[in-house]
T-cell receptor
Framework: GNSVTQMEGPVTLSEEAFLTINCTYT??????LFWYVQYPGEGLQLLLK?????DKGSNKGFEATYRKETTSFHLEKGSVQVSDSAVYFC????????????FGQGTRLTINP | DVKVTQSSRYLVKRTGEKVFLECVQD?????MFWYRQDPGLGLRLIYF???????EKGDIPEGYSVSREKKERFSLILESASTNQTSMYLC??????????????FGPGTRLTVT
């Protein structure tokens, strides 16, 4: 079946540190891949996406590259800010049933000034 | 901007009560979703609706039902609430795009406590 695995949290970093949140997936064929972010007290919002192999999604200084050889979609940011503190979810949209999303368990990120 | 609203941010109910969670979207989206969010488990799909009066079970439909009488409104019903249904409930909507995925837009969530 389809599944997404994210690195265990919580993750705590200092401001301006480099961020990586690992995400790997299991799916049939080539799904579309997403990162969603949930700020405190809010619903989820799309951060970035990639729809085919080797695509790079980017937004707000965050990047992730769709790697089919390693079935991964790791989230990176070069210099984090306190305002990046949130829960990050990796998700996939399968080839069949593309309207639905399969989410990872979420990674809580805290950035200290 | 797309707006998805949920009827309550916080709700406390007793075991055995019938509970209604309401969700409204204002962008004429065909698809609507109900998820529950639990620590360490991420989001799990309860039910999905792709049109008025059309619904499809998600991964964890047991103990829940849904109603979609109008395109903009999608209700989640707990027929007889139990303590293991204490959770955060998130509603989302998206355009219908056949075999292509579209972004899902989420409401702020309803934190339900069943005592």
């Amino acid at each position: 079946g389809n599944s997404v695995t994210q690195m265990e949290g919580p993750v705590t970093l200092s401001e301006e540190a480099f961020l990586t949140i690992n995400c790997t997936y299991t799916a049939t064929g080539y799904p579309s891949l997403f990162w969603y972010v949930q700020y405190p007290g809010e619903g989820l919002q799309l951060l970035l996406k990639a729809t085919k192999a080797d695509d790079k999604g980017s937004n707000k200084g965050f990047e992730a590259t769709y790697r089919k050889e390693t079935t991964s979609f790791h989230l990176e940011k070069g210099s984090v800010q306190v305002s990046d503190s949130a829960v990050y979810f990796c998700a996939l949209s399968p080839i069949q049933g593309a309207q639905k999303l399969v989410f990872g368990q979420g990674t809580r990120l805290t950035i200290n000034p | 901007d797309v707006k998805v609203t949920q009827s309550s941010r916080y709700l406390v109910k007793r075991t055995g009560e019938k509970v209604f969670l309401e969700c409204v979207q204002d962008m004429d989206h065909e698809n609507m979703f109900w998820y529950r969010q639990d620590p360490g488990l991420g989001l799990r799909l309860i039910y999905f609706s792709y049109d008025v009066k059309m619904k499809e079970k998600g991964d964890i439909p047991e103990g829940y039902s849904v109603s979609r009488e109008k395109k903009e409104r999608f209700s989640l019903i707990l027929e007889s609430a139990s303590t293991n249904q204490t959770s955060m409930y998130l509603c989302a909507s998206s355009l219908w795009a056949g075999d292509r995925p579209y972004e899902q837009y989420f409401g702020p969530g309803t934190r339900l406590t069943v005592t």
